[in-house]
């Protein structure tokens, strides 16, 4: 190995991390070859002039890793790569930075990104998030690194029934609560607690697909219960074979149906008479932007067998990894059981949670929750009056009061998919709405398409122009 301690990138690393990276990447580059034998660690050492200590813990490194191999009485040698390793890149993790990456989390980049879940990240309270942390970290790091409740840290299960109460009229204790990391986590064990209950899960006609999918992966048929776009039919799920039907009925997902409290109520008798259950999904319930968001079924009923699940990842950010479920009472000691049984331990940060704590029982929160609902309001409204002006001729914008996205519906003479793959070839991200409906097929026959488009994560002056581009792109397929 040539000395480089002076010249390389490497030299802001530590030095046995430069011994190493500086031996990998010349066996990578094939400067060194296959059996070739290295220098002791002591004439390493010498040659490079420092200890032996970060040469030793060099070649250990690389040894660990199959870079080389070390032969009793003969010394060290360079081990022999298998011929498709030298098509890898082996990054200079300070020249990194400087060498342009596709972000596959995140897919392509788009001049105009109408996703239809992302966030506006410009009013994240980031000044208070991060001094709140911080006081978490100094004050009680050392408890928060070990396991906590299982559950969820008791505080901000405290301060979440207070807020679910007053925002929401969600009825619970915090006892009720269940906090993990993921929502398909909690549905999962939700799955596996309501195994017994029913073989079926009835669900709405159009919906997010995510609870169907998690109780179909557990064994669970899938039922609709619902005509497309239409309430609950009571008689339907008489007939079925379903115990446990899910329901968004303050936001139905794609089209914001909002349920009707005659609907809620005879839901609410179905269960009760039925001994069924009920998932109340209410992801996102605070971002309604007329009048004041609509009270959560569970509220209505709060002894009755309704599961009500939502989350911090639309409100606050995904990040967080913070999301719950209220489960009712006739739940908490089959969970009891199904926690010690399967040894499960909480999932979900407890930095973050302590944090989070915090900024709810100071009253950030709230105020949080006004300015985001107040921003994504003004960008609604931007985005439906861009849509309507462009498109006023051969469609309409629909489900314009919740969420973080509109319906576009036009009459258009091209398929939805020919349409999404026209906008994304012109820079415009955009969805199908019919992905979400239970025949696609017969969505896709109609004349009208409907498309998502999102207006959370765009910049709001961006909006106008992204919705003029869109129907310049879209003009071949559109009949006028």
């Keep these: 190995m040539r000395n480089r301690t002076d010249s390389t990138p490497f030299s802001k690393l530590p030095v046995y991390m430069t011994v190493y990276e500086a031996i990998k990447q010349d066996i990578v580059a094939g400067r060194l070859q296959a059996n070739d034998r290295l220098p002791s660690i002591r004439e390493q050492a010498k040659q490079l002039c420092i200890s032996t200590t970060p040469v030793e813990a060099a070649y250990q490194q690389l040894i660990a890793e199959g870079f ?25 993790p300070n020249t990194a930075s400087r060498i342009p990456e596709k972000d596959y989390s995140k897919g392509e980049t788009y001049a105009y990104d109408f996703h239809l879940a992302k966030n506006d990240f410009a009013g994240f309270p980031i000044s208070h998030w991060k001094r709140l942390l911080m006081q978490t970290l100094r004050e009680e790091y050392e408890e928060l690194l070990f396991y906590g409740d299982p559950q969820g840290e008791a505080g901000l299960r405290e301060e979440l029934a207070a807020y679910l109460f007053r925002i929401r009229g969600v009825v619970c204790r915090k006892e009720q609560i269940v906090i993990g990391a993921e929502q398909h986590l909690l549905l999962h064990y939700l799955a596996i607690l309501l195994k017994g ?67 809620r109520m005879e839901l609410l008798k179905w269960a009760k008479e039925q001994e069924g259950y009920i998932i109340e999904d209410d992801y996102g319930g605070e971002l309604r932007y007329i009048g004041q968001p609509v009270p959560a079924l569970q509220g209505l009923a709060p002894d009755a ?70 921003l994504y309001r003004k960008k609604n409204l931007e985005l439906a009056e861009a849509l309507q002006n462009q498109f006023h001729d051969c469609g309409e914008v629909l489900n314009p009061h919740a969420g973080f996205h509109l319906i576009l519906a036009l009459d258009a003479k091209a398929s939805e998919q020919e349409m999404i793959q026209a906008a994304k070839s012109g820079g415009i991200r955009v969805a199908s709405a019919s992905a979400f409906y239970s025949d696609q097929a017969a969505c896709e026959r109609e004349k009208r398409k409907c498309f998502l488009i999102g207006f959370g994560g765009i910049a709001g002056q961006r909006i106008e122009e992204g919705a003029a581009q869109l129907r310049k792109i879209w003009e071949p397929y559109l009949q006028v």
Aim: with cysteine.
């Design 68 to 92: 080389m191999v070390s032969r009793p009485r003969q010394g060290f040698y360079v081990a022999a790569l298998p011929d498709s390793y030298g098509r890898f890149t082996m990054s200079d």
């Design 197 to 263: 209950i029913s073989p079926a899960v009835a669900v709405e006609d159009p919906c997010y697909p995510l609870i169907a999918r998690t109780f179909q992966a557990e064994g669970f048929a899938v039922l609709t219960a619902t005509e497309a776009d239409k309430g609950i039919d009571i008689s339907r799920l008489l007939q079925a074979s379903a115990r446990i039907v899910a329901v968004a009925p303050s936001h139905q997902f794609p089209g914001g149906r909002v349920m009707p409290v005659n609907e």
């Design 305 to 374: 067998n309704v599961i009500y699940v939502g989350g911090f990842s639309q409100i606050l950010a995904p990040d967080m990894c913070i999301h719950y479920m209220v489960l009712p009472e006739s739940l908490l000691a089959p969970y009891m059981q199904l926690r010690r049984g399967l040894l499960f331990e909480q999932s979900s940060s407890r930095v973050y949670q302590r944090t989070l704590e915090k900024l709810m029982k100071q009253g950030y929160f709230e105020r949080h929750v006004r300015k985001m609902r107040s």
